[in-house]
């Protein structure tokens, strides 16, 4: 056999020419944990939104049109602010105990990084922009409970201090609307207003009167004549406060119309205020009296409200979705969708590019791989999906779960078809199908390869494999249908016979293979893992026959192409990483995920890479022209 490879155990160069940048296609994701992280730019054609690590601008019509992933920040971005004209995009982090959490001010002409502002400690809480653009004030987590007003011009702040005297922290921060010295900071009980001596480089705040009423206040609107502070609280009212007097001048709804679990955004419309609550209600409140005009609900808690764009205005909810929602009848449409956890696996069905299914904790889910929108939600809560897979027939969605069982749902109801219970004791990891579609193949945390018989009507375990002393991390068929290539924390691979269920042909490396493959008509395997390498391996007889520095970190996902000439990497470096095969170098290189790449899939058309990561996002980049 003719090795187009160097002698076995050479290490080569992970890549020995610079290679070029893979195109995004489009980001499936939306951070709604992040309170008020959804926001519109003013050409009212964009919204910015965190997701992981990262910021995302896109244009709030078009999926496909004009997007960009900001990337800088090193941890979980905790909260986003525009500037009113748009020309600053600014956006806070966390990090770990004790250090400092970074605020990056982007110029959004350029999308560059401006300034990096570092005071707060651990966590910035929110952030606003004065009406003239001049200052940005930044509010600290628990950690820390400061608030700090910086100069946009020079990224210097000119004054910082205690954003309560209690300790309860402050959760929620707003610039005056037409007075860049005076902005609002709320809490636990407390809600201030401060005037900023930017010449003498302090700023001194004074206490607004609630009299006896005690409320957490969650967030803060002032209207346009600075004349009144409208807070929203966990009790589920609305308190008024007038800015000359610094009294209250009234709360409401009553008690028994308070909107359940808190109000969580409140953003000003023609007639009223716009209130979004923690149980999903959106409603229109009057301004004055806080009479319900007319209101809706949500499936889950608002966390976001956007400003109006024409007749239409944008609503983030904890579960991840966006909603576009008219206003004038309160109907809505939901536009942008993503995971709440972790992504971990991708697959598509059998010569269909058209849709894939990824699942995570608690959930499958079916995608169309055009419009990069939802088609079917699978809900089964408090357990975590661990792959996925789709026979070839296209008739059920097989999966493998954290709870030992396999369950098959119909790919377009979604109902369940059947469940394997105690498929694995202690959870399975792996799950692949025959194209005879009657054999699903399954790997556990313990080790064990089981195959199973399966029909609508019942399901039989016909084998088992016990040649891992390690959790199952991929299974791979072979295109005779006869043998199954596994990969295992063990550091092994090994192909098995389904129907003698001995094993054929093994290989070892010191490393927790995380992937492997078939290559070269099944005569060659190419594997990846915690050792960062990528092995290419003969199957006679085991021997290494290259071996490439694939990465500084480890290595989570690999699949290769239909002709077997290029092949996809991706794992804790956060890259997307597309190889020439015989010559071992690393060609295309796709930079967007803000934690590990979990596992990627290419389209069967052979014109998208998929890559799913921790931080719930999906990427599809487009496949380059390849020779």
């Known amino acids: 056999l003719f090795l187009p490879f160097p002698s076995a155990d050479v290490s080569v160069p992970m890549a020995q020419a610079s290679p070029m940048a893979l195109k995004l296609k489009s980001v499936i994701g939306f951070g709604g944990g992040v309170t008020r992280g959804l926001v519109v730019l003013p050409n009212n054609t964009h919204v910015v939104y965190p997701l992981g690590s990262t910021v995302v601008v896109r244009h709030v019509f078009d999926a496909k049109a004009d997007l960009r992933t900001l990337k800088g920040h090193t941890d979980r971005v905790t909260c986003v602010a525009v500037s009113p004209s748009g020309r600053y995009v600014a956006s806070g982090q966390r990090t770990c105990p004790g250090a400092q959490a970074e605020i990056i001010l982007w110029d959004a002409t350029t999308w560059e990084v401006k300034f990096r502002l570092s005071l707060h400690k651990v966590s910035v809480r929110a952030l606003s922009f004065s009406h003239d653009e001049r200052y940005l004030a930044s509010l600290g987590g628990d950690d820390d409970n400061r608030v700090a007003v910086w100069q946009t011009d ?70 346009d004549n600075d004349q009144a502070v409208y807070a929203g609280t966990t009790s589920g009212d609305i308190v008024h406060v007038r800015t000359s007097t610094l009294l209250l001048k009234k709360n409401g709804p009553e008690e028994k119309k308070r909107f359940p ?22 409603a229109i409140v009057d301004a004055e009296s806080f009479r319900v005009v007319k209101s809706t609900k949500l499936s889950t808690g608002v966390t976001s409200l956007t400003s109006m764009i024409g007749p239409h205005l944008f609503v983030g909810t904890s579960d991840c979705t966006v909603y576009r929602m008219k206003l004038d009848d309160l109907s809505s449409k939901a536009v942008l969708f993503g995971h709440t956890s972790c ?37 089964v809560p408090t357990v975590e999906c661990t792959c996925v897979c789709v026979p070839k027939d296209g008739k059920t969605i097989v999966s493998g779960w954290g709870d030992g069982k396999i369950r098959a749902f119909g790919p377009q109801s979604g109902n369940l078809i059947y469940t394997i219970n105690d498929a694995h004791p202690k959870g399975v990891t792996s799950i692949t199908a025959a194209a005879d579609c ?28 016990k040649g891992h002393k390690g959790s199952i991390n991929a299974l791979v068929m072979s ?46 395997l190419l594997t990846t893992g915690t050792d960062r390498k990528i092995g290419y391996w003969e199957i006679v007889d085991g021997t290494e026959i290259r071996e490439l520095e694939g990465s500084q970190q480890e290595i989570h996902a690999l699949v290769v192409t239909k002709d077997e000439k290029y092949f996809a990497t991706g794992g804790l470096d956060q890259l997307v990483r597309l190889w020439h095969y015989d010559e071992g170098l690393c060609k295309y290189v796709g930079e967007g995920h803000s934690k590990s790449v979990m596992k990627m899939a290419i389209s069967p058309d052979q014109q998208t890479i998929v890559s799913v990561g921790e931080e719930g996002m999906i990427f599809l980049w487009q496949m380059p022209h390849l020779p």
């Open 343 to 379: 992504v971990n696996d991708i697959c598509f069905p059998f010569e269909y590019s058209q849709i894939f299914v990824t699942c995570s904790f608690g959930e499958i889910r079916v995608w169309n791989a055009e419009t990069f929108e939802e088609h079917v939600r699978i809900k």
């Open 154 to 223: 020079t990224g210097k702040a000119i004054c910082a201090a205690a954003a309560t005297s209690r300790d309860q922290p402050a959760l929620a921060i707003q610039f005056f609307s037409g007075d860049s010295t005076r902005l609002a900071t709320a809490g636990a009980y407390d809600l201030r207003v401060w005037t900023i001596h930017s010449d003498a480089m302090k700023m001194e705040f004074a206490p607004c009167n609630l009299g006896s009423l005690r409320r957490v206040i969650t967030c803060l609107y002032i209207d």
């Open 261 to 282: 679990k808190g109000v969580q955004a409140i953003t000003p419309v023609m007639g009223g205020l716009l209130i979004g609550s923690g149980d999903g209600t959106v």
């Open 438 to 465: 009657r054999r699903i193949i399954s790997g556990g945390v313990e080790g064990s390869i089981r195959i199973w018989n399966v029909s609508k009507e019942a399901q039989r375990l016909a084998g088992e494999i």
């Open 479 to 524: 295109k005779s249908d006869r043998d199954v290539l596994s990969a295992s924390n063990d550091g092994s691979c090994a192909v098995y016979d389904l129907e003698k269920l001995n094993r054929k042909a093994v290989v070892f490396a010191a490393t927790q293979f995380r992937a492997v493959a078939f290559a070269v008509e099944e005569a060659q």
